[in-house]
Every structure is written in structure tokens, then in C-alpha cells.
């Protein structure tokens, strides 16, 4: 397997410190034997209680955001170098989510990529393309523009650092997924662009993910495709036993 795959688990805003702590003991012992690596996200005030949760398992942290400078007047805002002392070694940024509900632009989404490889975070980048613009055709315009933009500025050598999340956002908590010909076709078209931005060897090891209502009744017909390599899994990820058959899926 040359992309090693990875299963992250988005939880939004779910989960107190203690539930956070519970659930991470609870999903600890049914993934130890994955095959791909395993990635929760809780939020930010829960980062403490799962680092503490996740102490000698194989789940890694994730953060669901974080701001793109080091530290100063930015109220409410988290700092990179925060999320390194609380054990976080991924970070979800540009979620449609944040995009639609918080203002996110493709400049923010690329300058919050750029700190997070300069702090030696790696960015998981989420690009999908709207309901309207799927009717309209331009889902592979859009997922190129937004791939170019995330990474604009980006050297080669650390482009494997990071990873795409492929999320149409018509498929984010609706229940209707892409197909796993759908996706996997967005996402070879995602892989092109990466080619063209890098060299096509280099494409060939960035991790891109799928997500958008993958369940533990889906992910193994997703995850065999050829091209996607792993899931971001939000509701599904909130069920210990549903997110453990979709990491052992892979
Ligand atoms: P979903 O969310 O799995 O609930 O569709 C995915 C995401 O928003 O990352």
C-alpha cells in the first residue's frame, strides 16, 4: 500500500471532556489492529481530556481549525503552537463549514495550510464543490480551483505533508454519499491537479480522503476505490463502534 490511508473522525461541535475521555477509551480496544492510521478531531476545549484519553493507543489528535498566526489580538482565536503542546498532529482546515458559517475564503484556507506545515501540523484541506454547482457541471472546476488556492505557495517538500479532503458538500450530513465511482473520479481529477502543481510522481503519495455520509454500511465500497485513500467521517464518527468497522474497513 503506498498511501497509507487514514480515517479521521470530524466531530463538530460534539462531545464534552468527559464524554470526549469516554469515548476514546471505549474506541481505543476495538481499533488497535487497524491497518491505516486513525485520526479524532473533537474540539478545541476537548483536546486536553483526549490527549490524555489517547495515551499510548494508536488514535491520533486532529483539530477541527486553527488561526494562522503564532499569537496577538485575535479574540477566540487558537494558536498553532497550542494545538503541538496539547499532542494535535493534524488539523482540518478549510471545512465547508467554516467556509460557509465562519468566512473562511480560499486566501484564509491557504495561509491557515501554509502555518500548519510550517509548524509541522499536517493540514488535512478540504475542497467540494455545492448541490448547485454539481447540477451546473463545474464540480471539477471548482474542486481545481480550490486545490490551487489551498496550496498556492506550497514547496514540493511538503506537499506530502498534506492531505485533500474531497467533501461535496451536498453529501456533508445529508446521508447521500457520492458514489465510490463518483468520488473516486473528483478525485483523480484532484490527484491531476496536484500533478500539475508538483510533478505526477509526488501526486502519486498525497493522501486524499473522501467524506460526506460515509457510514459503516458504505466505507468499504468507498475505501476500495483506487484513488481515495481514507475518509473524514463526521456523523458516524461519533459512534464508537460504527467508527471502528469504518477504520477497519480499510
Ligand atoms: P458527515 O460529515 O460524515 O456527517 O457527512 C463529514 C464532514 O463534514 O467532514
Redesign the pocket.
Known amino acids: 500500500m503506498m498511501r497509507r490511508p487514514i480515517i479521521a473522525g ?1 466531530w ?1 461541535l460534539n462531545k464534552t471532556p468527559s464524554q470526549t475521555a469516554a469515548f476514546i477509551r471505549e474506541t481505543a480496544p476495538l481499533v488497535s489492529g487497524a491497518r491505516c492510521e486513525i485520526v479524532v478531531c473533537p474540539t478545541a476545549a476537548c483536546l486536553f481530556a483526549a490527549r490524555e484519553a489517547t495515551r499510548g493507543s494508536n488514535i491520533a489528535l486532529g483539530a477541527q481549525n486553527m488561526f494562522y498566526e503564532d499569537a496577538g489580538a485575535f479574540t477566540g482565536e487558537i494558536s498553532p503552537d497550542s494545538l503541538l503542546e496539547l499532542g494535535v498532529s493534524y488539523v482540518i482546515v478549510g ?1 465547508s ?1 467554516r467556509r460557509a458559517l465562519f468566512g473562511e475564503s480560499d486566501e484564509i484556507v491557504n495561509k491557515k495550510t501554509l502555518k500548519a506545515i510550517e509548524k509541522r501540523l499536517k493540514p488535512i484541506v478540504c475542497v467540494g464543490e455545492s448541490a448547485l454547482q454539481r447540477q451546473l457541471g463545474v464540480t471539477e472546476e471548482t474542486v481545481r480551483i480550490q486545490t490551487k488556492l489551498a496550496l498556492a505557495g506550497l514547496p514540493a517538500r511538503d506537499a506530502e505533508d498534506v492531505a485533500i ?1 474531497y ?1 461535496p458538500i451536498w ?4 446521508g447521500v454519499n457520492a458514489t465510490s465511482a463518483e468520488a473516486n473520479s473528483t478525485i483523480r481529477c484532484i490527484r491531476a491537479v496536484l500533478g500539475e502543481i508538483y510533478t505526477a510522481e509526488l501526486a502519486t503519495k498525497i493522501r486524499i480522503l473522501y ?4 457510514n459503516a454500511g458504505n466505507a468499504r465500497d468507498l475505501l476500495s476505490a483506487s484513488d481515495i485513500d481514507g475518509g ?5 464518527s461519533l459512534n464508537s463502534s460504527d467508527f471502528a468497522k469504518i477504520a477497519l474497513s480499510v
Open positions: 470530524n463538530k471545512h463549514e479532503a467533501e453529501a456533508i450530513g445529508t467524506g460526506g455520509s460515509m473524514l467521517i463526521g456523523g458516524a
